[in-house]
T-cell receptor
Framework: EDQVTQSPEALRLQEGESSSLNCSYTVSGLRGLFWYRQDPGKGPEFLFTLYSAGEEKEKERLKATLTKKESFLHITAPKPEDSATYLCAVLIWNTGNQFYFGTGTSLTVIP | NAGVTQTPKFQVLKTGQSMTLQCAQDMNHNSMYWYRQDPGMGLRLIYYSASEGTTDKGEVPNGYNVSRLNKREFSLRLESAAPSQTSVYFC????????????FGSGTRLTVV
């Protein structure tokens, strides 16, 4: 069965304390892995798409990487405004347009 | 630059009542989606429309119907609401190109009592 698991469920960091969020997946035929940010009371906001193992994408303090079994979202020197829930989702071949989402990591950055 | 607009933002229904959630996008996207988000369950796909004139079931379609009214609009209808349908509902759209992510609306918080 195709699965997407994110860890940890929640993470509290001091401002400037770098860390990583994990998204592990067991799917047959990965077409793409997507990262989103969701602020309270809002819809998710698209961050990155990764297609193949070894690929990396960066945006400000965020860097996403992909291996054959998992993806990491590295947060370097986070600021309080980086506090949000981070979601990953996979798109699988032969499932049409259906994405499968993880349950997210809630990140809190303390000033 | 409205993106994806959902109405209403909040709604309380009694069990057995019906309602329609409205969604419109102004980005000329081909594909539109309805998701529900529940604590600990993540986002789950209810229905989607890959292009104007087509609709398909997602992971949790029971109790819902959809209409792709035109390229811009995709509505979700609850015919007889149940407490299990209490959730936050998100509409999303995307171009259909594999690498493109969703653009989500701001959500509708629905409570069924």
């Amino acid at each position: 069965e195709d699965q997407v698991t994110q860890s940890p469920e929640a993470l509290r960091l001091q401002e400037g304390e770098s860390s990583s969020l994990n998204c592990s997946y067991t799917v047959s035929g990965l077409r793409g892995l997507f990262w989103y940010r969701q602020d309270p009371g809002k819809g998710p906001e698209f961050l990155f798409t990764l297609y193949s193992a070894g690929e990396e994408k960066e945006k400000e303090r965020l860097k996403a990487t992909l291996t054959k079994k998992e993806s990491f979202l590295h947060i370097t020197a986070p600021k309080p405004e980086d506090s949000a829930t981070y979601l990953c989702a996979v798109l699988i071949w032969n499932t049409g347009n259906q994405f499968y989402f993880g349950t997210g990591t809630s990140l809190t950055v303390i000033p | 630059n409205a993106g994806v607009t959902q109405t209403p933002k909040f709604q309380v229904l009694k069990t057995g009542q019906s309602m329609t959630l409205q969604c419109a996008q102004d980005m000329n996207h081909n594909s539109m989606y309805w998701y529900r988000q529940d604590p600990g369950m993540g986002l789950r796909l209810i229905y989607y429309s890959a292009s104007e004139g087509t609709t398909d079931k997602g992971e949790v379609p029971n109790g819902y119907n959809v209409s792709r009214l035109n390229k811009r609009e995709f509505s979700l209808r609850l015919e007889s609401a149940a407490p299990s349908q209490t959730s936050v509902y998100f509409c999303a759209s995307r171009t259909g190109t594999p690498g493109d992510g969703y653009t989500f609306g701001s959500g509708t918080r629905l409570t069924v009592v």
